[in-house]
């Protein structure tokens, strides 16, 4: 998978992180692993500056949980298996509420398919200044 290779992941932080989360999905073809989906309980800090980023900070406490590290190797892509991943991971939620980030416009719409909607304004990512990230919401059920 690719996500350590481009940045995307910083492999000296994630331990803690995993201990972290409510829930961590993997997906393996054979001994392959091909994909992960998590629902996360983010540091507070990280947490209020993605609300505060895109200026509905009021919001943050409503959606305590995070839908992320959604990763799929790019061999596998377009087969269903993102769509697999978050649709699981959201099943995870026992009908929580959650909030989830994406600088990707196939993520922008799958999470349109999973009840989530869009609020607050673009923002620029912090590790790739020429990207701008959306925060999506799904409210409990």
């Not at 481009?6 to 829930?23: V, Y």
């Amino acid at each position: 998978m690719t996500g350590i290779a481009e940045g995307e992941i910083n492999p000296a932080t994630m331990p803690p992180l995993i201990a972290r989360a409510l829930s961590l999905l993997t997906l393996y073809l054979d001994d392959r692993l091909i994909g992960t989906a998590a629902i996360k309980r983010p540091f507070a800090a990280h947490h209020q500056n993605e609300f505060a980023k895109a200026k509905v900070g009021v919001l943050a406490a409503t959606y305590p949980a995070e839908l992320g590290w959604i990763v799929v190797d790019s061999v596998f892509r377009r087969q269903g298996h993102g769509r697999a991943l978050v649709g699981h991971a959201t099943c995870q939620l026992d009908g929580n509420a959650v909030y989830a980030t994406t600088k990707s416009d196939t993520m922008r719409a799958m999470l349109l398919e999973f009840g989530f909607r869009p609020i607050g304004e673009s923002y620029p990512s912090e590790r790739e200044t020429t990207v701008s990230l959306s925060l999506h919401v799904r409210e409990a059920s």
